[in-house]
Nanobody
Framework: QVQLVESGGGLVQPGGSLRLSCTGS????????VAWFRQAPGKQREFVAS???????NYLVSVKGRFTVSSDNAKNTLYLQMNSLRFEDTAVYYC?????????WGQGTQVTVSS
């Protein structure tokens, strides 16, 4: 059974930074792409960032230049460094890896950007 656990969310002021982590059970990060999604209240879940096995990354346009996705396969951990946070980044953030059906998802971690 694959399990993903996100952490690192919290309350931060606009312009602040957070680093999210997603740790998985077993050697799961040989499945690519691994990705971050988010869901704001009343909105659909949206793609945020992903990383391929060759290190290539892809980002939602609104976070490009502010967010950085990375992975540490030795630690089975995916990261999302979030800088220059904005009010509109407030959401529950989820990590996802490929798997049967819609893949494997974590339970999410809340990020709230507020003054």
């Amino acid at each position: 059974q694959v399990q993903l656990v996100e952490s690192g969310g919290g309350l931060v002021q606009p312009g602040g930074s957070l680093r999210l982590s997603c740790t998985g059970s077993g050697s799961i990060f040989n499945r690519y792409p691994v990705a971050w999604f988010r869901q704001a209240p009343g909105k659909q879940r949206e793609f945020v960032a992903s990383i391929l096995s060759n290190g290539a990354t892809n980002y939602l346009v609104s976070v490009k230049g502010r967010f950085t996705v990375s992975s540490d396969n030795a630690k089975n951990t995916l990261y999302l460094q979030m800088n220059s946070l904005r009010f509109e980044d407030t959401a529950v953030y989820y990590c996802k890896i490929p798997g049967p059906g819609n893949g494997y998802w974590g339970q999410g971690t809340q990020v709230t950007v507020s003054s």
